[in-house]
């Protein structure tokens, strides 16, 4: 129940920062709500597809779908309320990786996979998601930016390891784990803390 809590949470929020980015694009309703599930579902739907967990898992439990749809009508609703669209898009962006790094970790245990393709599932659980939606709204998909993000998702992650090594319970192992990654995507955009950018100018 706590996983499938976490899982459901990590939707709600990808799926409001994919509404918040299609009406940002001017789309119908349609295209609202396809942009908010891809972003809800697409990392999940790779991740389950690459250990062979199929059907995908919204396929088989359509409490998926009904939350994707939940999730766009709220924000459909109360999008004047959100005042700093692109704020608050970062801010539901940077929850969904989180928890969703999380969700992704978990996955590859259950699979009996080892820590490293562990880490390699979160970081494609919480990434690609945003990817189709950055790509399907004609936007250089982020984690392809300057910006911390899934380097954000494979220290979180990492740390969850290093947690599970101390005498705690392994919730709060995981919940400490989803925030390293909150914590260091935010720190890393305060900071304006970036990977190195290989281009250079000509002169």
Same mark, same amino acid.
């Given at each position: 129940?706590?996983?499938?809590?976490?899982?459901?949470?990590?939707?709600?929020?990808?799926?409001?920062?994919?509404? +918040?980015?299609?009406?940002? /694009?001017? &789309?119908?309703? !349609?295209?609202?709500?396809? #942009?908010?599930?891809? *972003?809800?579902? @697409?990392?999940?739907?790779?991740?389950?597809?690459?250990?062979?967990?199929?059907?995908?898992?919204?396929?088989?439990?359509?409490?998926?779908?009904?939350?994707?749809?939940?999730?766009?009508?709220?924000?459909?609703?109360?999008?004047?309320? +959100?005042?700093?669209?692109? /704020?608050? &898009?970062?801010? !539901?962006?940077?929850?969904? #990786?989180?928890?969703? *790094?999380?969700? @992704?970790?978990?996955?590859?245990?259950?699979?009996?996979?080892?820590?490293?393709?562990?880490?390699?599932?979160?970081?494609?659980?919480?990434?690609?998601?945003?990817?189709?939606?950055?790509?399907?709204?004609?936007?250089?998909?982020?984690?392809?930016?300057?910006?911390?993000?899934?380097?954000?998702?494979?220290?979180?992650?990492?740390?969850?390891?290093?947690?599970?090594?101390?005498?705690?319970?392994?919730?709060?192992?995981?919940?400490?784990?989803?925030?390293?990654?909150?914590?260091?995507?935010?720190?890393?955009?305060?900071?304006?803390?970036?990977?190195?950018?290989?281009?250079?100018?000509?002169?």
């Amino acid at each position: 129940m706590f996983y499938l809590i976490i899982d459901i949470l990590g939707t709600i929020a990808f799926s409001i920062s994919g509404v +918040l980015i299609a009406m940002e /694009k001017k &789309l119908d309703m !349609f295209g609202v709500f396809i #942009i908010a599930f891809v *972003t809800a579902i @697409g990392g999940g739907t790779l991740r389950d597809i690459l250990i062979g967990n199929t059907p995908v898992v919204w396929m088989r439990d359509y409490t998926y779908i009904l939350v994707v749809l939940g999730a766009v009508i709220f924000a459909v609703l109360f999008v004047n309320k +959100l005042k700093y669209l692109r /704020k608050t &898009l970062f801010l !539901f962006d940077t929850i969904g #990786i989180g928890l969703f *790094t999380m969700v @992704g970790v978990e996955k590859g245990l259950a699979a009996d996979l080892l820590p490293i393709m562990c880490i390699a599932l979160g970081t494609i659980t919480a990434c690609f998601g945003g990817v189709i939606r950055d790509i399907l709204c004609n936007e250089i998909p982020v984690i392809f930016r300057k910006e911390v993000y899934a380097t954000a998702c494979i220290l979180g992650a990492a740390s969850y390891f290093l947690f599970r090594e101390l005498p705690i319970i392994t919730e709060y192992a995981f919940v400490a784990a989803i925030l390293v990654t909150i914590i260091a995507r935010l720190m890393a955009v305060k900071f304006k803390i970036a990977l190195p950018n290989i281009y250079r100018s000509k002169n």
